[in-house]
């Protein structure tokens, strides 16, 4: 059947006119596309690891090939931002592109792979069930994505950069799952497998929580550091590649558990100097700050 032709709309005197996008970004773009290919696979992967059977060798395999893909997926999300900003090619466009990619990596993948790995570690547990403690893992990201998209609205102008989260950043979740399943795969204790029934709600309850988590790049890496630190630093780095699993696992939960950690420790002991002036989400930088938090 031939569609029915409909009345041009017409516009209310004055109105502006709908804006077009005419073109787009390309190197930034794809980077970010990067994030969303890895998420798919990560999702991909976790789908067809739940087809497997039980114990089997490539259905491990599979999990970690999903672990992986979300921790891929960081790695774009971390460069993306970066290189748009290098290439003088930020834009709205770009910012609601890595919204809805980190909403499918950081989001609905993790919880895809907590799910499998908790109805794998446990067979007798209802499938509502698991998709339940999952579901708090996906709204709680989903309400965390879009609250700082709001929230950050407020302070995109120049001038202002990150240095403390309010409520655990998504991708800071979806390490926690990564690491765990890669840790779980490389050293199979009996209490690991019990964490994939736990951490997605109370990473979904820490997403949209108020609790304050530092940014480490700008709070840490940026800038002019001592000796000391390098060194510690290049020890890290040595580390993790000698036992990655365990450093991802451990480094991801440690940075989960530091909101409510720091929170109760400054109701008892009070604000420490670096969060005197971090009651929001964003600090301004100041004139005579360092040239690499300017740029």
């Known amino acids: 059947m031939r569609p029915a032709l409909r009345e041009p709309h017409l516009r209310p005197p004055g109105a ?13 773009t794809l980077v970010t596309l990067g994030n969303v290919l890895a998420g798919f696979l990560a999702i ?4 067809d690891a739940a087809a497997q059977p ?4 490539a259905r491990e395999a599979l999990w970690a090939k999903a672990s992986w893909m979300i921790l891929l997926g ?9 290189v748009a900003r290098l290439t003088g090619a930020a834009s709205s466009f770009g910012a609601e592109l890595d919204s809805l990619a980190d909403m499918i990596t950081f989001g609905v993948a993790p919880a895809f792979l907590a799910k499998g790995l908790a109805q794998a570690a446990f067979p007798s547990l209802p499938g509502r069930v698991a998709t ?9 990201a989903a309400l965390r994505l ?21 409520g655990l950043p998504s991708p800071g979740a979806a390490g926690v799952v990564a690491g765990l399943a890669l840790f779980a795969r490389e050293y199979p204790f009996a209490w690991v497998p019990i964490l994939f029934a736990v951490i997605p709600p109370v990473l979904g309850l820490l997403m949209i929580s108020r609790f304050g988590f530092p940014h480490i790049v700008n709070r840490y890496l940026a800038g002019s550091r001592s000796p000391f630190a390098i060194v510690f630093l290049l020890l890290g780095l040595v580390l993790a590649l000698d036992m990655p699993e365990v450093v991802l696992a451990a480094g991801f939960s440690l940075y989960a558990l530091s909101g409510p950690v720091f929170a109760v420790a400054r109701a008892i002991v009070g604000s420490p100097r670096w969060a005197a002036d971090e009651e929001d989400d964003e600090e301004v930088v100041r004139p005579d700050a360092d040239d690499a938090e300017r740029s």
């Open 74 to 82: 960081m790695v774009c999300d971390a460069l993306d931002g970066r």
């Open 132 to 140: 339940l403690l999952a579901l708090v893992y996906v709204v709680g």
């Open 146 to 166: 879009a609250r700082y998209n709001v929230e950050s609205n407020r302070v995109s102008e120049p001038g202002h950069v990150t240095r403390t989260f309010r």
């Open 44 to 47: 991909a992967y976790a789908a």
């Open 54 to 57: 039980a114990g089997s060798v």
């Open 16 to 28: 502006s006119r709908r804006p077009r996008l005419v073109a787009i970004q390309t190197l930034p």
